[in-house]
């Protein structure tokens, strides 16, 4: 059998040329691939699992459960402390609703006032670090838009993220239409959402999950460890498996004598003898002290740990590490706010300006971040002096610069 004569392997005709039956007679050919056997599931997000919705509880099969996110959260100090941390630098940012010009309205100044309190009952720093928490902990976070019984916008409340429930269509995305999510109580399904109602807003979505993946999530393995190495450290000053000391007595002692001194001891040094712990005592009969505990309990791996976790966050480690040079310290600081702090504004800001949108009606205004970098008094001044001396200023246009 002759092969197909190929003027272009391009487009259809590649395909002809790659499914011709006569392909089969070429050497070391490509094969045949084989038939599609369901082509109408063209542009499916992903393999997702089968009857993936009828599953009630929420990232049931995506490694490390939610509850168990919260516990570790909670669990290891440092990685609170850089949780907390973030909220912080975060909080300390100033905002502001303007119209896309630029420019404030009546309209830009009434929804400001309004987002002072977004559930009415928290003032906006609480419920930003609220947010912040289900951010960074669980990347589950979800926003309930309430309205009145005419349909105007009453509050935005935020929810406990890991009771929702994402549904899929058949192409492994977020229904546009009908219910979109479900909430999970008591292992029971207990309320349907549609997009409109419920912004479920993660910010680090993947192809091929359905839920997020957090910064606690990326450090679980490192955490674990941490753990553990802090409660053997822990356990150096409430208990152990070795004693703190061991003497060693006269070698014609018997068990009778061994055990009546050690009796003899522990009277002078029990529970109810704490202040004659302290200090130390000679006994006759040449006996020799042996120290049976390790004296590091830091060293350079609890630094690397803590290097991991503040990483994670984009955060400076300069406070738990050796001291390092002022230059260093700085850039260090510098870099870990541009890095960490600004998608995390990017990210709030996109939340804000779709609930504008889709809830308060009013695509024409945005949210926007007023929070500008410090510039330090010296640099400040080295700014002022070259104004003054090239006349861009005048002394008084500087004094209420600086009164300001």
């Known amino acids: 059998m002759n092969a197909p004569v190929r003027t272009s392997l391009c487009g259809s005709a590649m395909y002809e040329w790659v499914t011709n039956p006569s392909c089969r007679d070429h050497w070391f050919g490509p094969g045949i691939p084989p038939r599609p056997m369901a082509q109408h599931t063209a542009g499916r997000a992903f393999d997702y699992p089968v009857a993936v919705n009828l599953r009630w509880a929420p990232k049931q099969q995506e490694g490390i459960t939610f509850a168990e ?4 959260a909670d669990s290891y100090d440092l990685l609170r402390l850089a949780i907390e941390t973030r909220k ?6 100033e905002w502001r609703i303007q119209g896309r010009d630029g420019k404030e ?53 935020v929810i406990d993220g890991t009771t929702i429930k994402r549904i899929l269509d058949d192409t492994g995305r977020t229904p ?61 000053y409430t208990e152990g498996s070795v004693p703190d000391s061991i003497f060693a007595v006269p070698s014609e002692w018997n068990s009778e004598q061994i055990s009546e001194f050690q009796s003899h001891w522990n009277s002078l040094f ?47 480690p300069q406070a738990l590490i050796p001291q390092m040079n002022r230059a260093t ?15 995390i504004k990017n990210w709030l800001k996109g939340l804000m300006d779709r609930i504008i949108s889709e809830v308060y009606l009013m695509p024409e205004l945005e949210f926007c971040w007023l929070q500008k970098a410090a510039i330090k008094p010296t640099d400040q001044a080295s700014i002022h002096a070259v104004y003054l001396d090239r006349g861009v200023l005048m002394p008084n246009e500087v004094r209420g610069e600086i009164r300001a």
């Open 329 to 343: 310290a700085e850039v260090a600081e510098e870099s870990s706010k541009s890095s960490g702090l600004e998608p």
């Open 176 to 236: 546009m239409e009908g219910p979109a999510y479900q909430q999970v109580l008591k292992g029971v399904v207990t309320a349907n959402y549609e997009r409109s109602e419920l912004f479920y807003f993660p910010r680090n979505v993947r192809v091929n999950r359905i839920y997020g993946y957090s910064p606690v999530e990326q450090v679980v393995s490192t955490v674990n460890i941490a753990l553990r190495r802090q409660a053997h450290q822990l356990s150096y």
């Open 69 to 72: 996110l919260r516990a570790v």
């Open 105 to 157: 309205s009546r309209a830009s100044k009434e929804l400001q006032r309004d987002l002072m309190s977004p559930d009415r009952e928290h003032t906006w720093h609480q419920w930003q670090r609220m947010l912040l928490e289900e951010l960074l902990v669980t990347d589950a976070t979800a926003i309930y838009a309430r309205k009145t019984e005419g349909g105007d916008p009453f509050s935005l409340e």
């Open 270 to 316: 029990g529970e109810g003898n704490i202040a004659n712990r302290r200090g130390a005592r000679f006994v006759p009969g040449g006996t020799t002290y042996i120290n049976t505990k390790e004296a590091i309990l830091k060293d350079q791996y609890d630094e690397w740990l803590a290097r991991i976790i503040c990483f994670a966050f984009s955060i400076s």
């Open 88 to 93: 912080d630098e975060v909080e300390f940012c």
